[in-house]
């Protein structure tokens, strides 16, 4: 091999951007490899539970308790996407007040427009289910605003889902006691994933505005 001193400028230069271009695609390659691990393990994880239907979640009668909405939340400049029905519920937790809303939208996709357009993180539809469930499923953005912080949890990876699911346990262990049993105790604590028959179902926390709070 020449030494790069006696090289020709021209030459050093084409073997620096050939090695340069073997490195970028060795690069590529590790990251893609990483990524398709990544899916193929939530894949695997999601074979071992034990999906409930969203008759079982009803069952549960948590949203009896949620009063809907005479008025849907103000669109945000698309009048296609306003939500098919959407619910509220105020509870209090960790010293914090929050508004619990639920939105149905007839697919999916429409959610996700939505949402975009009011600022929340966008799902990743291409994660959304492994193809259980005639209704596709559950698989929403919980999005919690907590003093003007967003907090993101990806409901369609199993692993994010341990404080939502500690969260729903202890403010309501009636009512998520069953939903606890459905699964596997391998997957009880990651896994709370419920499927719809039909509609999608958009569920997040938002801290009451100020004007809310004083009312209150």
């Avoid at 990483?34 to 549960?60: H, K, Q, V, W």
Wanted: hydrophobic share 30%.
């Amino acid at each position: 091999m020449e030494n790069p001193k006696t090289e020709t400028t021209g030459s050093y230069k084409v073997r620096v951007k050939k090695k340069t271009k073997k490195i970028a695609i060795i690069v590529v390659i590790v990251l893609f490899s990483i990524e398709i691990a990544r899916n193929l393990t939530d894949f695997i994880l999601g074979m071992g539970a034990e999906f409930i239907t969203y008759r079982d979640f009803e069952s549960l009668k948590l949203l009896d308790e949620f009063a809907v909405e005479t008025d849907p939340p103000k669109d945000p400049g698309l009048k296609e996407l306003v939500p098919v029905k959407s619910y509220s519920k105020e509870i209090e937790y960790d010293g914090k007040r929050f508004v619990i809303r639920a939105y149905e939208f007839s697919t999916f996709e429409d959610s996700a427009k939505y949402f975009k357009a009011w600022g929340h993180p966008q799902p990743e539809p291409w994660r959304t289910s492994y193809g259980r469930g005639a209704g596709g499923s559950f698989s929403a953005e919980y999005t919690t605003l907590e003093d003007g912080k967003v907090l993101h949890i990806d409901c369609k990876r199993y692993r994010y889902l341990t404080a939502l699911t500690n969260f729903l346990l202890e403010k309501y262990p009636e009512d998520f006691s069953e939903l606890k049993d459905c699964f596997p105790p391998s997957t009880t604590s990651e896994s709370p994933t419920a499927y719809f028959d039909g509609l999608k179902r958009k569920l997040y926390c938002e801290t009451l505005s100020p004007s809310d709070k004083k009312a209150a």
